[in-house]
Every structure is written in C-alpha cells, then in structure tokens.
C-alpha cells in the first residue's frame, strides 16, 4: 500500500511517497537554509510563508516522481509535532484538506517517532528491546524501546539540543550557518584534545545531557585568548575539534551508562546530528562493546524529511489508528506508546468518510 507523507515541522517541506512503509517511491526535501543563513537561525515567520508557498509544489513533485497520482495513495501522513507552531500548521492543514477529499484515512505522527523508523530503509530489522538516541537541532533524547510502539524517555537535555549548541558554537567563531556541519569540517584538522571543557554534572544524578555549559565555556575560552575573535586557522580547528570531542563524549557517556539500566539488541542513532562522523565513530565503539548493531540513517534521512513519516505511519495504518478531524498542530507533544498518542480519533474510529 501506499502512503503519501507531509512533513514541515521546521525549516524543510517535505512530501515523499512510501510502499509498504519500506520503500521509497520518491523523497523530496525543499530546504530554507539560505533563507535563513543572514539570521543565523530558523526565523518561525518566514519558515511558515516559505511552507505555505511551497508545499502544493513538493507535494505534487512527489507524486510525479513516484510515478503515481492521489488516486492511487491509500493513506495520508503528517507530522503534527512537535515543531514550530506556525510550519506544523500548513502541513496538517493541507494534509487533512488531501485526507477528506480523497476519503482515505488521516495518520498523525509525532516528528521524534519519524527519526526513529527513518534507520529502516537502509539496515535490517530493528531487534528490541533497542535504545534510540535521537539527536538534531531541536531535540536530544534517548528512548528505550521495549518492542515496537511502545517508548521510554530514559535522558533528555536539560536546556539546549545538541544540535542547537553546535550551531551557536559556530556562530560564535564566525563559521555561519548550520553550524553542525560548519564545525565538522573545520575540526577536521584540529587537535580535540587542545581545550579541556569540563563534562556537566546533573545535580540530582539522572542520566541527563546538558550543553548550555558547554556553549559558556566557549564563550569565556574564546574572549580569554583573543576577545572574541578567532584568529589563526589552526586555533579555529583546534577550537572546533575540542568542542566537538566535548558534545560527542557527552553524547556516548550518556548512553553507555543508561545501557547499564536498559540493556538493547539494537543501538539507533538518528536526527540531524547523526550525519556527523564523529559521533558515528564514538556510538560505534559503544555498540561493539556491547556487542550489538548501531543503525544510522542515510544522510538523505538524517535531516527533516518525509520517508520517515511514512515508515511510521505504516503500522499505525495497519492498526487502524488513524486521525479525526481535531487533528491540529501540537508543539509540546512527548513521544509515548502508541496506543497512547492524542493524534489517535477517540475510540480508534476507522476514518474514512
């Protein structure tokens, strides 16, 4: 069967067209990074306007591309949070104007559940229970996950994501935005071991991330030895490789000691920052020490994207648990089971109109 999958939770439109919740027919991504790039960040107003103008485009991009038309769509996917309130809004608006219309079923995924199934498409089947970290620009959790549809928050930030302190890392070296990927290729050449940033310690000992002391401890290192001002390209390395070394080590450290508490069969990481290399590396040896698979997604379905929404959806579809019409755009929304999920219509009503 086929599912047609919207996502635009934040700075990307995306629509893809999935068979089976395992094969892509067609993924298309319209970034705004250069729309943004001046501002150094996502700007919420002009992300919405740039979805609201683009999206019938991508949409119909998709379907051209997989070589099929709405006829042939069995179900419509979207993602309904967590995200900018305003970008959510215009996919699962239009998304529910496609769903009535068509009168095929209406599935609401949560943005955090498409990054994790976006690991199906490139490695075997996930053997549970796993442990799922789940890292980008605007999320760091870890999730133990029982058997499938069924999530455990084990860590969370406590203040900025990962992702998020990569970019302000970044800005403040003068190196633009995204940051993330900006601050990998200069520590390419750069000595990670030149600047010791001290490790956060949680007060009340959970196994928690936190990278705002991370980002202050730049900030004071950088004005102590130059005001500000980074100066040299080998200080500019040094200084990128050690704050990556920092993040990344955090990032491993965490998981390996929730993996005490919640043993896995399979380690998964994905979300924006799973693209970087560094931490592939680090959550490698983690995984070989346990002896069990690390699944990363493509490159293509690290960031923001639409194939992923799809996977997740196909076994709600499966299931019957699809959306009403009250479906509307949730910014606070927590991953949980998905028998739990408030995108499901009371009572599991089958929706087809």
């Not at 970290?133 to 959790?141: A, E, K, P, R, Y």
């Amino acid at each position: 069967m086929l599912i047609l999958a919207i996502e635009s939770s934040c700075d990307e439109t995306a629509a893809a067209v999935v068979r089976d919740g395992r094969e892509i027919l067609s993924s298309v991504i319209s970034s705004q990074v250069e729309l943004h790039r001046p501002f150094g960040g996502v700007v919420p107003e002009i992300a919405s306007r740039d979805h609201l103008a683009k999206i019938d485009h991508i949409v119909i991009d998709a379907l051209q591309k997989a070589g099929v038309g709405l006829d042939d769509v069995e179900a419509v996917a979207v993602t309904y949070g967590p995200g900018l309130v305003g970008s959510l809004l215009v996919g699962v608006c239009y998304a529910k104007a496609l769903a009535f219309g068509r009168k095929i079923p209406l599935i609401g995924v949560n943005h955090i559940e498409g990054h994790f199934y976006s690991v199906v498409f490139d490695n075997p089947p996930i053997e549970y229970p796993a442990l799922a970290l789940i890292v980008s620009g605007g999320h760091t959790n870890l999730f133990h996950v029982p058997e499938e549809g069924k999530y455990k928050i084990v860590s969370r930030t406590r203040d900025d994501a990962a992702g998020e302190a990569f970019d302000k890392a970044a800005k403040m070296m003068g190196l633009g935005y995204p940051g993330g990927p900006a601050i990998e290729k200069l520590a390419e050449s750069g000595d990670p071991n030149t600047v010791k940033f001290t490790m956060p310690k949680i007060s009340d000992g959970r196994p928690d991330f936190s990278f705002s002391g991370l980002k202050t401890a730049l900030s004071k290192y950088l004005k102590e030895k130059n005001g500000g001002k980074t100066q040299t390209d080998e200080f500019r390395a040094d200084v990128a490789a050690s704050f990556q070394y920092a993040v990344v080590e955090q990032l491993a450290a965490t998981v390996a000691r929730a993996s005490k508490e919640y043993p896995a069969k399979t380690l998964i990481v994905a979300g924006g920052v799973a693209c970087n290399l560094a931490l592939r590396d680090s959550m490698r040896r983690v995984a070989d020490k346990w002896g069990i698979p690390v699944y990363f997604p493509s490159k293509h379905l690290s960031t923001d994207n639409a194939a992923m929404i799809a996977a997740a959806a196909y076994p709600r579809f499966l299931m019957g648990m699809y959306a009403g019409s009250d479906l509307t755009a949730d910014i606070t929304i927590r991953l949980q089971n998905v028998e739990e999920d408030p995108a499901i219509s009371k009572g599991r009503v089958r929706y087809r109109i």
